[in-house]
């Protein structure tokens, strides 16, 4: 089967990398605003993305460098999309990091909302 890309979905992804491309701090509201997420989604996934490739928070900031970011930009490159329509599809959950299929909104491992980017 063919695999949909979603405009809106490339559209952010590629707003989100051009932001790490050119600043090393990052504004907690911007992101709410870009992704549509509430406040305590946000902090959960930069902190997650903290954890995992090595940024930090400060306040209302997500503080970014290299060479993180080439990592961080290389694994939303090779990220799977939510329209995907393969069967057996999957990707990595934004929170804890297991494997789950591409289009589940929660998950099973976690319990938290699959936020796809």
């Known amino acids: 089967m063919i695999a949909l890309l979603s ?20 504004s907690v509201k911007m992101l709410e605003g870009l992704f549509n997420l509430d406040t305590g989604e946000t902090y959960e996934i930069i902190y997650n993305w903290a ?8 306040g209302d900031y997500l503080i ?34 297991k494997s789950i299929e591409v289009n589940l909104k929660i998950c099973p491992d976690c319990g938290n909302k699959n936020v796809k980017f």
Not at 71 to 94: H, Q, V, W, Y
Request: glycine residues 6%; contains cysteine.
């Open 64 to 97: 970014v460098s290299e060479p993180a970011i080439s990592e961080f930009i290389r694994m939303l490159d090779n990220r799977p999309e939510a329209d995907t329509k393969i069967e057996g599809g999957t990707t990595n959950c934004s929170y804890c990091g």
């Open 7 to 26: 405009f809106e979905r490339v559209r952010l992804v590629e707003k989100l990398k051009q932001i790490m491309k050119v600043s090393s701090k990052i």
């Open 51 to 58: 954890s995992k490739f090595g940024f930090t928070v400060d």
